[in-house]
């Protein structure tokens, strides 16, 4: 190269950096899966808890919904905890867009939010819908908890169902901290409560 001209060579050596560069992204992105799967390898946010999975459980569907024993919504996920139900998938979306500020991401609370992931243990879901809708106001002199009402947002209201499922699986453990995959089509019937609720 010392016989050749900046011309020459200066064009060829950006070609040369250039390509370099692109080979480490190639390997970069071949790596994203293995280090995103790694970092769930720990997850005791989703250790099973086979009481609430039992209790849980999908035992009927209706139009792509899934229902429990008591005919609550409830989750339904499949393939060894790879593919989720519309609802679900909808319910993970919404929570952080419209919660996690508060309540930690994945429902796993804050140092002024409880984790909601602990709460779903044991709250009914007409308790959860009540709470989302009309606030909660709990105020002692030790503590104080305060959540405003969300019953005029229709960004949160039309999706109550969504965030109760979603965070059932966070509760139960058959859903850890994860982006959602693949997913359930949404359903004509999602589509369609959608548009109504939010008028369009």
């Not at 339904?76 to 919660?99: L, M, N």
Request: charged letters at 30%; aromatic letters at 8%; proline letters at 4%.
């Amino acid at each position: 190269m010392h016989y050749l001209s900046k011309s020459v060579t200066r064009p060829f050596l950006a070609a040369l950096a250039l390509a370099s560069v692109s080979m480490v992204a190639v390997h970069a992105e071949d790596a994203k899966p293995a280090l995103a799967n790694s970092l769930n390898t720990d997850d005791k946010s989703a250790e099973p808890d086979d009481k609430l999975l039992k209790k849980d459980a999908a035992v009927k569907v209706e139009e792509g919904k899934y229902f429990d024993a008591e005919g609550h919504p409830t989750f339904h996920i499949t393939d060894a905890g790879k593919k989720f139900d519309w609802y679900t998938y909808s319910g993970y979306r919404r929570y952080h867009a419209e919660c996690h500020v508060c309540h930690g991401p994945d429902g796993m609370g804050s140092t002024y939010a409880p984790a909601l992931k602990d709460s779903l243990k044991h709250l009914s879901y007409e308790e959860f819908i009540g709470i989302l809708a009309g606030g909660k106001h709990d105020v002692s002199s030790s503590d104080q908890k305060v959540m405003p009402a969300f019953g005029d947002n229709k960004n949160v209201m039309c999706y109550s169902d969504d965030l109760y499922v979603y965070l059932k699986a966070r509760a139960s453990g058959a859903m850890g901290r994860v982006r959602p995959g693949d997913k359930e089509d949404k359903p004509e019937a999602a589509k369609k409560a959608e548009k109504e609720c939010m008028g369009g």
